[in-house]
């Protein structure tokens, strides 16, 4: 949950009177929707693997748009001990964020739509060769039922999408993100009573894909250098700062 104090606007649709839904609804199902397809699409074609450290792949398609470098990116990573709401959770609640994003200057919730997506605007540290980026996004978290046995399905989408409390003030540019983290827990040797269920007896299997547009002109090589280097360095801090945090905490299933 959000702490009041951080949230700037709440909706002005009134989600009670609208069985829950909100402006952005129908955009957030699609979206979505979209993930749970592509996720199930697989690497072997036109992927090139740019980066491998123990369970983590990171891979990556070389495209650009207009001349600015767009690459789909797509990594996998097993992760022991945490499940796929405590890594879903912590990846989308704001006050753990600056705890282990290191590519941000600053994050804040503008809105709450509903109890499960708000709207972020973040500025980005200047780490690309250019003028410094901003992003405004709305940030889903959902919980997907398979069967009654397994494991349900947990996941993050972030959406940029424009907002009143977020016009775009140039020089500053713009990320245009569609990203996503789905998680799934697997249990090894579960036990007859699920309350013994220990952490040395869970793992989580991540996928984290992102078509991320730089909002405009940046050199292709240090682009590509920068994102080969940061999405590594993200996942593995990222998935670190959950195992610690979560070491000594009942399980979240
Ligand atoms: O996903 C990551 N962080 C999210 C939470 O802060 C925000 C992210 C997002 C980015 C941009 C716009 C909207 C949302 O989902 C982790 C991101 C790691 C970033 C590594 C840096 C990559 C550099 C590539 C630059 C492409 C322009």
Not at 14 to 22: A, F, I, V
Not at 105 to 117: G, N, R, V
Not at 134 to 162: A, K, M
């Amino acid at each position: 949950t959000v702490p009041v104090s951080t949230i700037v606007s709440k909706s002005n649709d009134d989600n009670s009177e609208n069985n829950g839904k909100h402006r952005l609804t129908d955009d957030v199902e699609r979206i979505v929707q979209e993930h749970l397809q592509y996720v199930r699409e697989d690497v072997s074609n036109g992927w090139d693997l740019i980066h491998q450290d123990g369970e983590m792949k990171v891979y990556r398609r070389e495209v650009e748009e207009n001349g600015i470098v767009v690459d789909p990116l797509k990594c996998f990573h097993t992760i022991k001990g945490v499940t796929g709401h405590e890594i879903c959770r912590y990846f989308w609640e704001f006050q753990y964020r600056m705890e282990w994003e290191t590519t941000l200057d600053s994050t804040k919730i503008i809105e709450a739509l509903d109890p499960d997506t708000v709207i972020f605007f973040q500025l980005h540290k200047r780490v690309w060769p250019a003028a410094q980026r901003d992003s405004c996004f709305w940030s889903h978290i959902r919980c997907i039922s398979n069967s009654d046995e397994d494991q349900p399905t947990w996941l993050v989408v972030n959406y940029t999408t424009p907002h009143p409390l977020a016009p775009i003030k140039s020089p500053q540019v713009r990320l245009v993100a569609n990203v996503a983290l789905i998680c799934e827990t697997i249990i090894s040797e579960p036990p007859l009573n699920p309350k013994d269920i220990k952490r040395e007896n869970i793992q989580c299997k991540l996928t984290y894909v992102a078509f991320v547009n730089p909002g405009g002109w940046v050199p292709s090589a240090a682009l590509r250098g920068v994102a080969k280097r940061e999405y590594p360095r993200f996942l593995k801090r990222f998935t670190s700062y959950v195992v610690e945090q979560t070491r000594n905490k009942p399980i979240l299933f």
